[in-house]
């Protein structure tokens, strides 16, 4: 079964460009491939991940199909939302957010739709929302 994740950045009701230096922080360490609109991730446990950027010099986010149970791919996403005003979400109930300011950043449209988000501070909290979903 396929499993995908996105985060989408938000500033004043609207997706906004990520800053790609938290995402690069993060995550950079891992990646194997680069390219204008996706990365390819390589875990020490042989874990790995594609990430798609989308169209657009500056996009507001990202998705991954099959994200890894690598603890250190969700650290990494952890580290982002806490770090910026985005949202990870996937399909069933739930998504998550790192940083309280976040909610008033997101479009009302989005909270009307999805619910309050729920704000995670490790990975494990992230990890018990998403299976639940």
Request: with cysteine; hydrophobic share 40%; aromatic share 12%.
């Amino acid at each position: 079964m396929s499993f995908d994740i996105f985060l989408t950045c938000f500033d004043n009701g609207k997706a906004t460009a990520l800053p790609m230096g938290f995402v690069s922080d993060a995550i950079g360490k891992f990646v194997s491939v680069r390219s204008p609109r996706s990365w390819s991730l390589s875990f020490p446990d042989g874990g790995a991940a594609e990430i798609d950027f989308g169209a657009g010099p500056d996009p507001s986010g990202f998705g991954v199909n099959r994200p890894p149970g690598n603890p250190e791919f969700w650290a990494g996403m952890l580290n982002i939302i806490r770090k910026t005003t985005s949202a990870l979400y996937w399909a069933g109930e739930g998504w998550a957010i790192g940083r309280d300011d976040t909610i008033k950043q997101i479009p009302d449209r989005w909270i009307k739709a999805h619910g309050i988000p729920t704000k995670v501070s490790s990975v494990s909290e992230l990890h018990d929302l998403i299976t639940r979903a």
